[in-house]
T-cell receptor, first 120, second 115 residues
Framework: GAVVSQHPSWVICKSGTSVKIECRSL??????MFWYRQFPKQSLMLMAT?????????EQGVEKDKFLINHASLTLSTLTVTSAHPEDSSFYIC????????????????FGPGTRLTVL | AQSVTQLGSHVSVSEGALVLLRCNYS??????LFWYVQYPNQGLQLLLK??????LVKGINGFEAEFKKSETSFHLTKPSAHMSDAAEYFC?????????????FGTGTQLKVEL
């Protein structure tokens, strides 16, 4: 149990285009999902926290108009990088906090495998 | 604010040797500390966590970590490395016991296990 998937696993796009990344909890419901960004040889940095059915809470310094987060269902959250530029190239990781159930803790984040974004 | 520092971005050990991955924390409140492992192309997996119940914490795959308040450390150890332990390891700190809320990560340590 407690599997989180991300799609796509990697994406290359041209500068100025928008890219959508999906994060799904496959076998449990997640009332809260988190989005992280990881630069090479650096920490995972929390970008935002999203709760199902409400607006995401962004960390200081993260542009909410550039990184659009939607958490429309208990199993899906999306991150859209709008008008992407080369400096947005990074590894984006999501996690989901369990909503309870078999083998799923409500106080634990379950992580997806990440999405590698390259903006040319 | 909370933070963790991982000393050594790369650690190499021989198979069967002791594994020691270092993590120091900074926190103005009693911290909850975690170690995660990330295998290639996979998500982060929780190895163990410290929630103040015991200073020596045992996790999965034979790993353990000891919380030392006087040294503000939470180093990860394993008595005997296996080839399958090769991965990236992240130390993290949170204000919530399970890490279900905000996690602050270290920069990670890549563990290489050699024959």
């Amino acid at each position: 149990g407690a599997v989180v998937s991300q799609h796509p696993s990697w994406v290359i796009c041209k500068s100025g285009t928008s890219v959508k990344i999906e994060c799904r909890s496959l076998d449990f419901q997640a009332t809260t999902m988190f989005w992280y960004r990881q630069f090479p040889k650096q920490s995972l940095m929390l970008m935002a926290t999203s709760n199902e059915g409400s607006k995401a809470t962004y960390e200081q310094g993260v542009e909410k108009d550039k990184f659009l987060i939607n958490h429309a269902s208990l199993t899906l959250s999306t991150l859209t990088v709008t008008s992407a530029h080369p400096e947005d190239s990074s590894f984006y990781i999501c996690s989901a906090r369990g909503g309870g159930g078999k083998e799923v803790r409500t106080d634990t984040q379950y992580f997806g495998p990440g999405t590698r974004l390259t903006v040319l | 604010a909370q933070s963790v520092t991982q000393l050594g971005s790369h650690v190499s050990v021989s198979e069967g040797a002791l594994v020691l991955l270092r993590c120091n924390y900074s926190s103005s409140v009693p911290p909850y500390l975690f170690w995660y492992v990330q295998y290639p192309n996979q998500g982060l997996q929780l190895l163990l966590k410290y929630t103040s119940a015991a200073t020596l914490v045992k996790g999965i795959n034979g790993f353990e970590a000891e919380f030392k308040k006087s040294e503000t450390s939470f180093h990860l150890t394993k008595p005997s490395a296996h080839m399958s332990d090769a991965a990236e390891y992240f130390c993290a700190v949170s204000e919530s016991p399970g890490g279900g809320n905000k996690l602050t990560f270290g920069t990670g340590t890549q563990l290489k296990v050699e024959l």
